[in-house]
C-alpha cells in the first residue's frame, strides 16, 4: 500500500492534467469545428445568393465611400457602411494598389486609404502539403474575411480634410515595396496640407509608416494621427485557456488581452498611457500597431454592429500643432507575420517595444516556458529535427531533476526495505489503529525515512509538463514541424490508427477510437513505468493500477504527438533511473518478476 503511495498520487495528478485537456480543449475545439461547418455551409450559401443577385441586376453591391466623419468614438468610419461579400480577387481589382514582394510577404499595399489589406505568408502553407495555398493574413474588407491595417488624421476645421479609410493617395516614388525599396505616397488636401507617406518594411514582418506633415496653409493645423486593426466578422477559435486569441497590447506598463466574446459584451478602454503596442493575435499570426513611444495615446478594444460586424484594436495620438509654414515627423510601425520566436525577440530589442515578447502567449509559467523553447530551439538548430530535440530536452530535464527524482525513488526504496517490519507491526497491532500509527511513525523516524519525500518530484515536475506543452501548441517553429516516419506535424496529433490497422485498411477511423502508434508506444512504456513495483494487494486499486495505461493511451490519442513523444521518452528515462537508484539502494528490480507474475497461473482457493 504504501509502496504505491506515490504512484497514486501521480496518476491522481495526471488525471487531472487530462481532464482539464479534456475539457478546457477538445471540447471546445470539436464544437468550434461544428459551428465551422455551418457557417461554411451559410457563407457559401450567402455567396451564391449574391452572385445571383448581380447576374439579375447586372450590377454587384459596392460599398459607401469613407466620408471621414467621425463615428464611432473620434475615428473616421472604416468605409463600408452595407455588408457586401466579394471575392479577393474582386475586391483587389476595384482599387489601385501597390505590390508588395518581400522574402516573406508577398500581398499590396490599397493606395485607398493607403490600407494594408492584403497580405499572405510566402514561406507557410495551410497544411502540411506543400502545394497547399499559403496562409492569408490580410484581406480587404468587401470579402467575407476582411481584415486589415490602416494609419490616418483627424483634425480640426482648421486642418481640412484629413487622410481617412477613403483618402485616394498618389504613388510618388518607388513601384513596388520590398526589403529593399520602400514606396513614398502623397495627399494634399484642401487646405494646402500636404501629407508625404513613406512606407519601408524589412525581410520578415515589420513595416515602418514614416509621414511628414507640411503646412502651406495661412493658419496653424492640429491633428491627432490614429491607427486601427480591423476584423470583419468573428474568427473560429477554440474556446480553451491554453491558449489567449484576441486583442492584446502593453498600454502604458500594462499587458491586456482580452477574448473576442469579452470585447463583444463590452468595449474595452484603457487609460491614456505613453509607450507600448496593441493589436489583434491568433494562435500563429499577429497584427500590431507600434505608436510613438514618446507621446500619450487612447487605445480601445471595440465591436461594432454597423453595417458588417466587427473588431477593432485602435489608438489615436495626442493632437500635435503645425503652424504655417512648418512641418512635422510622425513615425508609426506595423508588425504583420507570423509570431516566430527568434524575430519577435528582435524587434522588442531593435526597436525598444516594451515586451514585445509576450505577443506569444507563454503562459503563467514565462519564466519556465521560454528557457524551455531555447533550449529546444539550440538542439533544433544543432539536429535539424524538433522531434530530436524535445528527446534532447528531455534528458536535460531530466538530468536537473536527477537529485529531487533520486529522493523519490530512494524514499520508495526505503519503503520496500521496511515492507516485512510494517507487515510485522500489522499482525502486532491487529485493529489498533492508533497504535499502529505510532509506530509507523516511530518506524519511519527511526529508518529515517520521509514518507513524503516521493511526493515532492511530482509536484515540482508539473509546471514542467505544463510549459512542455505550452512550447508544442503555441510556438509556430512547431507548426508542421516533422519528426520521423508518418509524423510530419509535432502540433498535430499521432494521424495513424490502430482501428485501420495504421492505414493499411480502406477507411478512417472514428474520432472516439482513434489511436495511433505513439500514444501505444506511450502506453507501453507508462506500462513498464508501473510495473516497476508489485500490483496492490486491494482488488480495486489493482484493477486501477492495471487499466490505467489502456486509459492514458485514449486520452492521449488526441494531444500533439510531440508531447505523446515527450511522455512515451521520459517514462523510458524513468524506467531506467529507477532501476539504477533502487540497485544503489540495494533493492531488488522486480520489473520483469512482476510481468512474469502476470502471466503466472493463480492458485486455485484450497475448499
Known amino acids: 500500500m504504501q509502496n504505491n503511495r506515490n504512484y497514486f498520487i501521480a496518476i491522481g495528478l495526471s488525471v487531472l492534467i487530462v481532464l482539464a485537456w479534456q475539457f478546457l480543449y477538445m471540447n471546445p475545439r470539436i464544437e468550434a469545428q461544428r459551428k465551422a461547418d455551418e457557417l461554411a455551409k451559410a457563407q457559401q450559401h450567402t455567396t451564391q445568393q449574391a452572385q445571383t443577385g448581380q447576374a439579375q441586376t447586372g450590377q454587384a453591391q459596392t460599398p459607401a465611400a469613407g466620408t471621414g466623419a467621425p463615428v464611432n468614438g473620434s475615428l473616421p468610419a472604416t468605409g463600408q457602411s452595407t455588408p457586401t461579400v ?179 459584451k463590452e468595449n474595452v478602454a484603457p487609460p491614456r498611457a505613453t509607450g507600448g503596442w496593441l493589436g489583434i493575435t491568433d494562435k500563429y499570426w499577429a497584427a500590431t500597431m507600434v505608436p510613438p513611444q514618446t507621446g500619450a495615446y487612447d487605445a480601445r478594444f471595440s465591436h461594432f454592429t454597423d453595417g458588417t460586424p466587427r473588431f477593432q484594436a485602435d489608438y489615436k495620438q495626442e493632437a500635435v500643432t503645425i503652424a504655417p509654414g512648418q512641418s512635422v515627423d510622425l513615425k508609426n510601425l506595423v508588425f504583420a507575420g507570423a509570431k516566430e520566436v527568434p524575430v519577435i525577440d528582435q524587434y522588442e530589442q531593435t526597436y525598444s517595444i516594451p515586451r514585445f515578447d509576450r505577443l506569444i502567449d507563454w503562459g503563467w509559467f514565462y519564466f519556465i516556458t521560454k528557457p524551455m523553447f531555447k533550449l529546444m530551439d539550440f538542439f533544433y538548430h544543432f539536429f535539424g529535427n524538433f522531434g530530436v530535440a524535445i528527446l534532447c530536452t528531455t534528458i536535460v530535464v531530466k538530468a536537473l531533476f536527477f537529485p529531487l527524482a533520486s529522493k523519490q525513488y530512494a524514499s520508495m526504496a526505503n519503503m520496500k526495505r521496511m515492507q516485512p517490519k510494517m507487515e510485522e507491526l500489522k499482525k502486532k497491532f491487529g485493529d489498533d489503529k492508533m497504535g499502529l500509527q505510532q509506530a509507523t ?15 515532492w518530484p511530482i509536484a515540482f515536475q508539473i509546471p514542467i509538463f505544463f510549459s512542455l506543452y505550452k512550447v508544442i501548441y503555441i510556438t509556430i517553429e512547431m507548426r508542421h514541424a516533422p519528426f520521423f516516419g508518418w509524423i510530419r506535424d509535432l502540433s498535430a496529433p499521432d494521424p495513424t490508427s490502430i482501428v485501420n490497422l495504421f492505414g493499411l485498411l480502406p477507411f478512417a477511423a472514428p474520432t472516439v477510437l482513434h489511436l495511433g502508434v505513439w500514444p501505444l508506444i506511450m502506453g507501453v512504456t507508462m506500462f513498464l513505468q508501473m510495473r516497476m513495483n508489485p500490483t496492490p494487494p486491494d482488488p480495486t486499486q489493482a484493477m486501477i493500477f492495471n487499466w490505467m495505461p489502456l486509459i492514458f493511451m485514449f486520452m492521449l490519442s488526441s494531444f500533439p504527438a510531440g508531447l505523446v513523444i515527450y511522455w512515451a521518452w521520459n517514462n523510458t528515462l524513468s524506467v531506467i533511473q529507477q532501476s539504477i537508484i533502487m540497485k544503489r539502494h540495494g533493492v531488488k528490480v522486480e520489473l520483469f518478476d512482476n510481468l512474469k507474475g502476470l502471466f503466472r497461473r493463480k492458485p486455485e482457493p484450497s475448499k
Not at 111 to 132: P, Q
Open 441 to 455: 511513525m516511530q518506524l519511519y523516524k527511526e529508518e529515517k525515512i520521509n514518507p513524503i519525500a516521493g511526493c
Open 86 to 264: 466579394e471575392t479577393v480577387d474582386e475586391a483587389l481589382a476595384k482599387t489601385p494598389r501597390v505590390i508588395i514582394d518581400t522574402p516573406a510577404l508577398t500581398g499590396s499595399i490599397n493606395l485607398v486609404g493607403a490600407r494594408l489589406d492584403d497580405l499572405k505568408f510566402k514561406n507557410y502553407h495551410e497544411t502540411v502539403d506543400k502545394s497547399s495555398p499559403i496562409v492569408t493574413l490580410f484581406a480587404p474588407a468587401d470579402t467575407k474575411d476582411g481584415y486589415f491595417t490602416e494609419l490616418g488624421y483627424v483634425g480640426d476645421a482648421a486642418a481640412g480634410t484629413a487622410p481617412g479609410p477613403g483618402t485616394q493617395w498618389k504613388l510618388a516614388s518607388g513601384d513596388k515595396l520590398t526589403e529593399k525599396t520602400p514606396v513614398t505616397l502623397t495627399y494634399t488636401n484642401d487646405k494646402g496640407v500636404t501629407f508625404s507617406r513613406t512606407i519601408s518594411v524589412d525581410d520578415h514582418y515589420m513595416f515602418t509608416v514614416a509621414d511628414k506633415i507640411s503646412n502651406a496653409g495661412q493658419a496653424p493645423v492640429a491633428l491627432s494621427s490614429y491607427g486601427r486593426v480591423t476584423r470583419y466578422n468573428k474568427p473560429l477559435v477554440a474556446s480553451t485557456y491554453v491558449l489567449h486569441e484576441g486583442f492584446i497590447g502593453v498600454v502604458g506598463d500594462s499587458l491586456l488581452e482580452y477574448k473576442y466574446a469579452a470585447v463583444e
